[in-house]
Each structure stands twice: as structure tokens, then as C-alpha cells.
């Protein structure tokens, strides 16, 4: 079954360091994976997706993430951090339910901590 | 556009009381979808639709229906709620219904059963 495994549970970096959010995917095909961000008390909002046009993918706000195959990664960087950044990072594989319908399977979340 | 909206944000029930949680898009979207968010866990389907008048179960469907008479609207009603319940629901709506097609979310439902 298709899944994503977030590594760690909560990041803390300072303002204008970089930004690592790592996920591993398992699936035995060329899957599409997307990062979502949700502030606090918000909805979720895309990042970016990688649907095998590219393996960088760049999203909004400075993000952007790296499809490795040999790896089984799709790690989420960016180069500087803001206070604004500070939010709950979803990692998202999606997959064909036994009915044909594309739902999405989501890892267990990043929360990234900021500090001035 | 609105994109997609949900109605209320928090919600505050008793044991065994219904009601129905409102979720309408404004994108024109053949695909919506419930889901309810854990802790810890992630997202888990709990109904879908593939259009106006064509819904099917997710993952955790046991406790909710839907039904979906419009494009736009995708209630999804607890019939008696229960602790178990408590989640902060989420709505989704997507244009293609294949794995590349973006999601787009709607705010959540904080709902507490007591």
C-alpha cells in the first residue's frame, strides 16, 4: 500500500536558517506527492506537487522539494526561514481507492517551530 | 471566488444529538470529499462524491452520511454523535478526480462531543 513516513515530528530553526522537513513515500510506482501547510487554526494549503514532470518541484513562499527515486524521499527545503513560516507540514502521497477515486494519504505532520 | 467554504467552524454537542455540517464550493468541481483530522493521525477519508447525486464511502464511514443534490454542496450529517467524533473535519474539492489533480481545502469544523 501506498503510504508516507514524515521523520520528525517537530523542527525548530531560527529566523533566515534553512529549512529541512523530511518524508520517505513506499510505493511501487511513480506516485504524486504533494506538501501541504496548515497555520494554526487554518486550513490546509498546497505547497507544491511533484506529479514526475520534474524531480524539483518548486512551490510557493520559497519552498521547494526533491523527488528522489533512489531514495524514496521528497524532502522539503528552504533556504531561509521566516517567522511567518512557523506551521503544521503535511506530506501527502495520492492514491486509488479500490473504487477508482484519487484520496489523498497523509503522513503524520511536521510541526516547524521558528524563533526570532 | 470563495473557493471552499465551510460552515460552522466550531461546534459544541451532546451525546447522541445530530447535525449536519455544511460545505459548498464555488470552482465548479465534479470531486468532493470529506475527511477528519486526528491527532497524530493524519487525515482519513470519510465519504466522497463524484459528482451531483453519486456518493461512496471512505475509510471511517460508520457514524456519518452525505448526499450531494447540487455540484456545489456536500453536506455531511452525524446521525448521533458520539465522543469518538471529536475531529476537526475537513472538505475538499478537486476539478479531475486523477492522482496530479491539486485538492483544495476548506477551512475545517472543530467539533467536540461531549
Known amino acids: 500500500a501506498q503510504s508516507v513516513t514524515q521523520l520528525d515530528s517537530h523542527v525548530s530553526v531560527s529566523e533566515g536558517t534553512p529549512v529541512l522537513l523530511r518524508c520517505n513515500y513506499s510505493s511501487s510506482y511513480s506516485p504524486s506527492l504533494f506538501w501541504y501547510v496548515q497555520h494554526p487554526n487554518k486550513g490546509l494549503q498546497l505547497l507544491l506537487k511533484?506529479?514526475?514532470?520534474?524531480?524539483l518541484v518548486k512551490g510557493i513562499n520559497g519552498f521547494e522539494a526533491e523527488f528522489k527515486k533512489s531514495e524514496t524521499s521528497f524532502h522539503l527545503t528552504k533556504p531561509s526561514a521566516h517567522m511567518s513560516d512557523a506551521a503544521e507540514y503535511f506530506c501527502v502521497v495520492s492514491v486509488t481507492w479500490h473504487t477508482g477515486f484519487q484520496k489523498l494519504v497523509f503522513g503524520t505532520g511536521t510541526r516547524l517551530l521558528v524563533s526570532p | 471566488n470563495a473557493g471552499v467554504t465551510q460552515t460552522p467552524k466550531f461546534q459544541v454537542l451532546k451525546t447522541g444529538q445530530s447535525m449536519t455540517l455544511q460545505c459548498a464550493q464555488d470552482m465548479n468541481h465534479e470531486y468532493m470529499s470529506w475527511y477528519r483530522q486526528d491527532p497524530g493521525m493524519g487525515l482519513r477519508l470519510i465519504h466522497y462524491?463524484?459528482?451531483?447525486?453519486?456518493?461512496d464511502q471512505g475509510e471511517v464511514p460508520n457514524g456519518y452520511n452525505v448526499s450531494r443534490s447540487t455540484t456545489e454542496d456536500f453536506p455531511l450529517r452525524l446521525l448521533s454523535a458520539a465522543p469518538s467524533q471529536t475531529s476537526v473535519y475537513f472538505c475538499?474539492?478537486?476539478?479531475?478526480?486523477?492522482?496530479?489533480?491539486?485538492?483544495?481545502f476548506g477551512p475545517g469544523t472543530r467539533l467536540t462531543v461531549l
Open positions: 511533484y506529479t514526475s514532470a520534474a524531480t
Open positions: 462524491s463524484v459528482g451531483a447525486g453519486i456518493t
Open positions: 475538499a474539492s478537486s476539478y479531475e478526480g486523477v492522482s496530479t489533480d491539486t485538492q483544495y
